[in-house]
């Protein structure tokens, strides 16, 4: 099952981070001139991995050349291969600027990693009792089973790979491999090379991550700003961390504000806020959205603030594209409102996601984020740094400044439309009706369903992660625990709707006409109109074909 690796700690997991903590401390060394720092990363992969004798593959060789790609993805470089001579600090210059931001594609497969699994593969394994019935045999619609030696065998090239044999073996014999990459990919955009390795349709790919945290030879690895952050540290700027709600526990604690904030500030950010206060201006747009469009102009809303469930339902259904709403997320909608106030700072935007890389990249609604860290890389600036979360001192701030319960709670599956209810509720004195899917093969099951009328009227929450936000693929503790964590943290709160968030609800008074730019009327507007345009297109080419 994917996610069954997930808050376990493992020889990978110890890797992954060891090359995050590596990358950052060369990145805190001020005094370092440019060829020192490019000498002392060709060097990396000797400092950890050590010695002649491999510990976790067949060559030790090969785990320093796997560690050495992990260390240039870290640097926010690209994939090079073994194809050809480079070292490992080849471009290191263009990554020292504090405003490079890395090139597509997001998501990278280590070709040399790959285990080339076998995917929908069936097999006979040794648990086979060579029973006289042999129903696996008599139902194979292709008769691709025989018996050899009184077990059972699958000829492959007849196989169909429909699974009636694995179904009727009354003895479980018959096993099923799936690539766990594979499985874990909603989009379905993980097949195999020529090898029979791994291999990303970029063209499908909505950057969810959760390959990169299933693939147990952690050959599948996503960039980082990690670098450029701290080289935006090191130059003075005003940094400053926008973090989500999911970070309660990542650390250790409950949701220990003042220990976070004072974290920030010792890894030598300037300040730290909150993703809630964007997740209820997200909330009132929706609700208000929601009020404004369904069922009159759209038969159902969909929720914006996944940009992988949002990015796949566009591409797939794109005759009802506008049917996802077009409210901005709470990463850009909280980006803004710190713009507002600081126009100069570096926004960084913390969190358990992958897709928000992408997010923040696009140019169609300008983010105001300048780089995106995952909690796993910020973990490792902490381990840089020889920060013990939960030995800092309180800086005194108990609660972030009034965000709502049902802000916080976006970061749990359900807990956006329950958002939007409570809003709708609240401001209209209305109810309405509700339905949520985890994971990118459940959101598409919706969506099919909602194409044939089976929610109008609805609010569709889209989740790409199996467990919501808390399950986005920088996240470093069990599932079940962290959602556990973010309910407790969001009752908290000093009230529970959106709209009693005073940035709500003193909206027009707190930037004045700054604040139209915030909350992006122009932009969604504009986007909307281009998104309909485009739904519209490509229901009259359906038609056409039909």
């Not at 990542?250 to 949701?255: E, I, L």
């Amino acid at each position: 099952m994917p996610g069954t690796m997930r808050g376990v700690y493992t020889n990978l997991t110890a890797i992954r981070r060891r090359v995050f903590a590596e990358v950052a401390k060369l990145a805190y060394a001020k005094d370092m001139d440019p060829d020192e720092l490019a000498h002392e990363f060709d060097e990396l992969p000797y400092k950890i991995i050590p010695g002649d004798v491999a510990t976790y593959r067949e060559s030790v060789f090969l785990e320093r050349a796997v560690v050495g790609e992990r260390i240039r993805l870290a640097m926010g470089l690209s994939y090079q291969g073994v194809d050809r001579p480079e070292r490992i600090s080849d471009g290191l210059k263009d990554a020292m600027e504090p405003e490079t931001y890395y090139q597509p594609p997001l998501i990278n497969i280590i070709k040399f990693a790959c285990n080339a699994c076998k995917d929908n593969v069936y097999e006979v394994t040794n648990t086979c009792q060579g029973c006289l019935a042999h129903p696996c045999r008599e139902i194979c619609p292709k008769g691709a089973i025989s018996f050899v030696n009184k077990k059972a065998f699958i000829d492959q090239e007849k196989c169909v790979h429909c699974g009636q044999c694995m179904r009727v073996c009354p003895y479980q014999a018959i096993h099923h491999h799936v690539r766990p990459c594979a499985a874990a990919c909603g989009m379905h955009a993980i097949s195999s090379d020529e090898n029979g390795r791994a291999d990303i349709d970029y063209e499908k790919c909505v950057s969810c991550g959760q390959c990169l945290v299933n693939c147990p030879f952690g050959a599948i690895a996503d960039k980082s700003q990690l670098f450029q952050v701290i080289q935006a540290i090191n130059s003075g700027a005003e940094v400053i961390a926008v973090v989500a709600p999911a970070f309660v526990g990542q650390y250790g604690g409950r949701g220990d504000i003042g220990k976070l904030k004072s974290m920030f500030k010792e890894l030598g950010f300037s300040s730290t806020e909150e993703v809630a206060v964007g997740a209820d201006l997200c909330t009132v747009q929706e609700a208000d959205d929601y009020i404004e469009e369904v069922p009159e102009h759209k038969p159902f809303l969909g929720t914006s603030c996944c940009p992988a469930w949002a990015s796949m339902a566009k591409k797939e259904f794109p005759e009802h594209a506008d049917c996802i709403s077009m409210a901005l997320t709470p990463m850009v909608l909280a980006a803004r409102l710190v713009r507002s106030f600081h126009p100069d700072a570096k926004i960084v935007f913390v969190g358990p996601c992958a897709a928000k890389k992408l997010e923040a990249m696009r140019r169609s609604v300008r983010s105001e984020v300048d780089f995106v860290l995952t909690f796993e890389e910020v973990a490792a600036m902490m381990e840089a740094k020889g920060i013990k979360y939960l030995e800092l001192q309180d800086d005194g701030e108990t609660e972030f400044v009034d965000s709502s319960a049902d802000g916080r709670g976006f970061a749990v599956s359900g807990g956006v439309a329950k958002a939007v209810v409570d809003q709708v509720k609240a401001k209209y004195g209305k109810d309405i009706p509700v339905f949520a899917a985890e994971g990118l093969d459940d959101c598409r099951a919706m969506m099919k369903k909602a194409v044939k009328g089976q929610f109008d009227g609805y609010l569709l929450e889209g989740m790409a992660c199996p467990g919501g936000c808390v399950a986005g693929a920088g996240t470093l503790v069990a599932i079940n625990k962290t959602t556990a964590l973010v309910k407790s943290y969001a009752r908290r709160a000093g009230h529970v709707v959106a709209g009693e968030d005073i940035n709500v609800s003193h909206l027009d008074d707190l930037t004045g006409a700054e604040m139209k730019k915030v909350v992006g009327r122009k932009e969604r507007a504009e986007a909307k109109a281009k998104v309909e345009a485009e739904a519209k297109a490509a229901g009259t080419a359906d038609g056409a074909k039909e």
